[in-house]
């Protein structure tokens, strides 16, 4: 058919005569796809020999018959790390007219009209457009951040001149290694995609190898290795410093190198103090580079946080020394500061009813209120609600109703803030605190009962009748803990 898209499913059935004692049924699936070769576009990529960093990369494109108003995208990306990650480039015609996932239902009642035997079941062969790499890419989430620069530049939409010719031009960092430049290009009636790699080189390719962090008294050996990729020799002057570290040994000064030679020189050292070890190495003569990385230097011990209280006295001075870091807060009144406490509550990580709504109080008292971790909370805080207002600690437990009181006192706050957002869901737990209120004392309640006369109080809620009754009833059997 003219008007169908390019490509189709063919569905056969077949069953074998109704008068076989062993009649069966089977069900086959065919993708049929249309020859695309009057839709393809075929880029052609060039890229120059003698790529070297932290100079510009020129790219150029050409697509033959490209024809008026074609555009293409280019991307250049290490190619290591394209290894590393999920395969996202596709043809782009394989996307748009390829084979789909097909998802097979049957409605019918040969299943019941067939009589079933004792033969062997067939097997379900599927799959087209299956993601095997789902697993892969979820064990990628862990992987540590890297101390490099890594390269992965996205052109978007360019569009080509007349004769489909494109340039596009990329500034490297300090990179040495392989790129990989993509490319996919389309206009009314065509589209396809190429793909080329292209190696980034110094003439000396000098890298730093060293820990990524130390402990205070950690000893060890960071590398300098040096790859001449020229057909000269190189003559070198290697110049080291280091802050932090106790080097083992004189550095060596100097190094030559011959043709395509690789060298590898070892530094031995010792960390001596915690806080950031700096390495800094000059390379000079033939070639020129300057190579340098930070190490955080870990205290053996954890630091001590210490709050202390001090009146100062007219005229008096204090002193504080030996802080890595510290806060000073003066008050002509009782020395208190609520805000770390309350920065502790907000970036408590868990989330059952009590906890979410300890931290809304950390978030409620904050001196810079955080608007969208507030109705974060709320909203979770409503996920975990009963059909009738009430709390349990994760939502599908009874109902506990010092629980729901608690909820609803930092519900209360929050409106008096003007930052509630939901009020019907306040609404739903006045109501259901009001219902379990009916002013009679009951001593395994009363802690509960105590705190929900308090919440429904603090709402304004008309509870002075059941108040005073409950008050009557109880007498001196409160105590403070209630």
């Known amino acids: 058919q003219d008007d169908w898209e390019q490509g189709v499913w063919l569905l056969a059935n077949a069953w074998n005569d109704k008068n076989d004692d062993h009649n069966r049924r089977a069900v086959g699936l065919q993708w049929v796809g249309a020859d695309l070769a009057h839709r393809r576009l075929t880029p052609q990529i060039t890229v120059p020999d003698n790529a070297q960093p932290e100079q510009p990369l020129t790219v150029g494109i050409h697509v033959p018959e490209a024809g008026e108003n074609t555009w293409v995208n280019v991307a250049v990306v290490d190619d290591g790390l394209y290894q590393l990650a999920a395969e996202s480039f596709h043809d782009p015609l394989e996307a748009f007219y390829g084979k789909k996932q097909l998802n097979i239902s049957l409605y019918d009642t040969f299943g019941n009209i067939i009589r079933q035997t004792n033969a ?77 790699t292209a190696t980034v080189k110094a003439p000396v390719v000098a890298e730093l190898q060293s820990p990524r962090y130390l402990s205070q008294d950690d000893s060890g050996v960071f590398t300098l290795r040096l790859h001449n990729t020229t057909d000269k020799a190189q003559n070198l002057n290697i110049k080291l410093e280091t802050e932090g570290l106790e080097l083992a040994g004189e550095p060596i000064p100097e190094s030559t190198l011959a043709p395509d030679q690789v060298a590898t020189l070892r530094y031995p050292y010792r960390s001596n103090k915690a806080g950031d070890a700096h390495i800094k190495i000059a390379i000079s003569g033939d070639y020129n580079e300057t190579l340098e990385r930070r190490i955080p230097v870990r205290a053996p011990t954890l630091p001590q946080v210490r709050n202390q209280y001090q009146r100062l006295d007219a005229g008096a001075t204090h002193e504080y020394t030996d802080l890595a870091d510290a806060r000073l807060t003066l008050n002509s009144g009782i020395p208190y500061n609520a805000e770390p406490y309350q920065k502790q509550l907000a970036d408590y990580p868990l989330g059952c009813s009590e906890q979410t709504t300890g931290k809304l109080w950390g978030l409620i008292g904050a001196a810079t209120p955080d608007r969208d971790s507030i109705r974060q909370a709320e909203n979770r805080l409503a996920n975990l609600a009963a059909y009738d207002g009430s709390y349990s600690l994760w939502g599908y437990g009874n109902a506990d109703t010092w629980l729901t009181a608690y909820v609803g006192e930092a519900l209360i706050e929050l409106q008096k803030h003007d930052q509630l957002l939901n009020p019907s869901q306040l609404s739903r737990l006045l109501k259901n605190l009001r219902e379990n209120t009916d002013g009679s004392y009951n001593a395994e309640r009363a802690h509960s009962d105590s705190y929900t006369y308090y919440t429904l109080a603090y709402a304004g809620e008309p509870v002075r009748g059941n108040l005073l009754r409950y008050h009557r009833e109880a007498g001196d059997k409160l105590d403070r803990n209630d």
């Open 120 to 196: 062997r079941l067939a097997a379900l062969r599927s799959g087209a457009g299956g993601d095997e790499s789902a697993s892969e890419r979820a064990a990628l989430a862990a992987l540590p951040d890297l101390d490099l620069i890594l390269v992965a530049n996205w052109s978007g939409p360019l569009k080509l001149d007349a004769d489909g010719n494109l340039q596009y031009t990329v500034p490297l960092p300090h990179y040495n290694g392989r790129l990989r430049i993509m490319t996919a290009a389309w206009n009314a009636d065509k589209t396809g995609a190429s793909e080329q």
